[in-house]
């Protein structure tokens, strides 16, 4: 079993639509939770924290679920630019040398 | 303008013929690492470094070698390429304090090993 895992997609989201989609962790000692946003052919970006009281910014919801151990993305009011790939990273209570492990990946395309 | 910058973006070269690709980072981060990106197996930690001098293995260190004699630079190496390390690669680097998620990567190198 993977450490991280994503459903990779694709989600076909219609623009003004709400989607929300899950990371599950296997490691129960996992400290810190992150999504962040890669456009195709370009580098990974932080696009935000998970708090454990979940956290809002602008349309997008973060939700940590520890007892379950997964981490979910939700996007409202989708807008065609939130096409992306989103990627879930978590990070071990002192994982050696600060390592975040990467989820594969979760494919959104948004259609007018 | 805070960046990571990696060298050469995109690479075409043959089985065995050592080449470095090259990252440097202007914000005076002491944590580095370097990944490879490949369909369905998402980001893999190749090799990281937590200050100048220290280096360490990620979890596909095999067939790669890395430096960290400056904090700002931080090259990837492969003395033998082979086709199964045509990848998308990314360097990345963050501050250790304070200890955020926040990586910073580098727009990528895509290497094809034939």
């Known amino acids: 079993r993977k450490e991280v895992e994503q459903d990779p997609g694709p989600f076909n989201v219609p623009e003004g639509a709400t989607v929300a989609f899950n990371c599950t962790y296997s490691?129960?000692?996992?400290?810190?939770f992150f999504w962040y946003r890669q456009d195709c052919r370009k580098e990974p970006k932080l696009l935000m924290s998970?708090?454990?009281s979940g956290n809002e910014d602008g349309r997008f919801t973060a939700q940590l679920n520890r007892a379950s151990q997964y981490i979910s993305l939700l996007i409202r009011d989708s807008k065609l630019s939130d096409s992306a790939t989103y990627l879930c990273a978590v990070r071990e209570i002192k994982a050696a040398g600060n390592k975040l492990t990467f989820g594969g990946g979760t494919r959104v395309l948004v259609k007018p | 303008e805070a960046q990571v910058t990696q060298n050469p973006r995109y690479l075409i070269t043959v089985t065995g013929k050592k080449l470095t690709v090259t990252c440097s980072q202007n914000m005076n981060h002491e944590y580095m690492s370097w990944y490879r990106q490949d369909p369905g197996l998402g980001l893999r930690q190749i090799y990281y470094s937590m200050n100048v001098e220290v280096t360490d293995k990620g979890d596909v260190p095999e067939g790669y070698k890395v430096s960290r004699k400056e904090k700002r630079n931080f090259p990837l190496i492969l003395e033998s390429p082979s086709p199964n390390q045509t990848s998308l690669y990314f360097c990345?680097?963050?501050?250790?304090?304070?200890?955020?998620?926040?990586?910073?990567f580098g727009e990528g190198s895509r290497l094809t090993v034939l």
């Open positions: 490691n129960s000692a996992s400290q810190s």
């Open positions: 990345a680097s963050k501050a250790t304090s304070p200890n955020t998620g926040e990586l910073f």
């Open positions: 998970v708090y454990s």
